[in-house]
């Protein structure tokens, strides 16, 4: 069973940087590969990053590509989401969650999800 605890939000102003953390314990963590969700009141939790066990592949969805940057520690079995160029329409709760890795990184089936950590990106 693989615990995950996130870290790092808050409110910050448009064109602003946040780095969300994700500690993980429970399990061996580069056999995971690691996402970041997130998900705004009312709407369906929707696929922001993710990255390999290895951490060699990640992936992104388009409205985040070229300012969200998803990274891990194996070492220190956490992974990181940093946000660059932050808009209002980021605003949301950010969950990280695990998978088992299989050969391709995928944005559906994780297993364990943390508790989320609120984000909210002022204009």
């Known amino acids: 069973q693989v615990q995950l605890v996130e870290s790092g939000g808050g409110l910050v102003q448009a064109g602003g940087s946040l780095r969300l953390s994700c500690a993980a314990s429970?399990?061996?963590?580069?056999?995971?590969?690691m996402g970041w969700f997130r998900q705004v009141l009312g709407r369906e939790r929707e696929f922001v990053a993710a990255?390999?066990?290895?951490?060699?592949?990640?992936y992104y969805a388009d409205s985040v590509k070229g300012r969200f940057t998803i990274s891990r520690d194996n070492a220190q079995n956490t992974v990181y989401l940093q946000m660059n160029t932050l808009k209002p329409e980021d605003t949301a709760v950010y969950y990280c969650?695990?998978?088992?890795?299989?050969?391709?990184?995928?944005?559906?089936?994780?297993?364990?999800w943390g508790q989320g950590t609120q984000v909210t990106v002022s204009l």
């Open positions: 990255i390999s066990g290895g951490g060699s592949i990640t």
């Open positions: 969650a695990a998978r088992a890795s299989t050969s391709v990184v995928r944005t559906y089936g994780y297993q364990y």
């Open positions: 429970g399990g061996t963590f580069s056999r995971y590969d």
